[in-house]
């Protein structure tokens, strides 16, 4: 299809569940929350390996610079904003709306999609204690879904083998990846074709929300936008994040008055 004012739709593969769009060459996909267990038992049916983004401002301006972390979004199966800044973006160029997730809210849907249907979850990242917090919690909230393995964070390059010997043995339906594995999401992508079928996600604070060690964002600071403010007073450097975001800003208008 054409491109409008730098935005143009993507392969047709998700068109029947969702759009796919190329946002200031980055993909963005427009999930409604109906759609979503669909297009996971879909995904699941196809045997392969999917890789689910969450995709961050900051993420999307990673990926225009970082050609490793660009192939990690352009090759995802399903990549997912979570920031408002990226939806009144797109609206801005494309008048189109896409849907926004809270990172703990859609993580919680895909589990309890896989549920449904008894699938399975394999756990990696965070701290031993927070990690056998994390997959008791999860038990206890999703008694059908089939945790079939965990291994912290923060592990040895020698036990890496390990690792994705036992997570393409178990086969699961979800790798669920969170903070203390060496090179976060890109650990996902450069081990890629050796991790096995299945959906993998990498949230960094995820089993810290879950093990309840650390609270998610309020819906209502999320609804406004305002969520980081708090990652901003837990590290304060992010107060610079300032300077990019108005390189963002003046990139849209970049996009919406010279690209057709």
């Known amino acids: 299809m054409g491109t409008e004012k730098g935005v143009k739709l993507e392969s047709s593969q998700q068109e029947q569940c969702s759009q796919r769009l190329e946002f200031l060459k980055v993909p963005i996909d427009i999930v409604a929350p109906e759609q979503l267990s669909d297009i996971v038992y879909d995904l699941l049916k196809t045997k392969k390996e999917h890789n ?3 995709l961050s401002l900051w993420d999307l301006l990673r ?12 090759n995802a199966s399903l990549v997912i904003p979570i920031s408002k800044s990226i939806i009144s973006g797109l609206k801005f160029l494309t008048g189109k709306t896409a849907h926004r997730y809270m990172p703990f809210d859609f993580i919680v849907s895909i589990l309890t999609i896989l549920e449904k249907r008894e699938f399975t979850c394999y756990l990696l990242g965070g701290q031993r204690k927070i ?20 291994f912290p964070g923060y592990f040895k390059r020698y036990e890496e083998a390990t690792i994705i010997k036992a997570i393409k043995k178990s ?53 406004a936008g305002l969520e980081w ?3 901003c007073f837990q590290e304060p450097l992010k107060f610079f994040r300032i ?3 108005i390189g963002y800003k003046f990139l849209l208008l970049y996009y919406a008055l010279f690209k057709k």
């Open 63 to 74: 990926a225009r610079r970082n050609s490793e972390y660009r192939c990690y979004v352009v």
């Open 171 to 223: 086969s699961p339906s979800l790798l669920l990846a969170g903070k203390g594995v060496r090179g976060k999401e890109r650990w996902i992508y450069r081990n890629n074709g050796v991790l096995g079928e299945g959906m993998r996600l990498w949230c960094s604070d995820i089993f810290d929300v879950f093990a309840e060690k650390k609270t998610h964002p309020s819906r209502i600071a999320f609804n």
């Open 243 to 245: 300077f990019p975001y």
């Open 131 to 150: 990690l056998q917090k994390t997959e008791q919690n999860i038990r206890q909230t999703f008694p059908k879904l089939r945790v079939v393995g965990r």
């Open 229 to 231: 403010i708090g990652y």
């Open 52 to 54: 689910i983004v969450l």
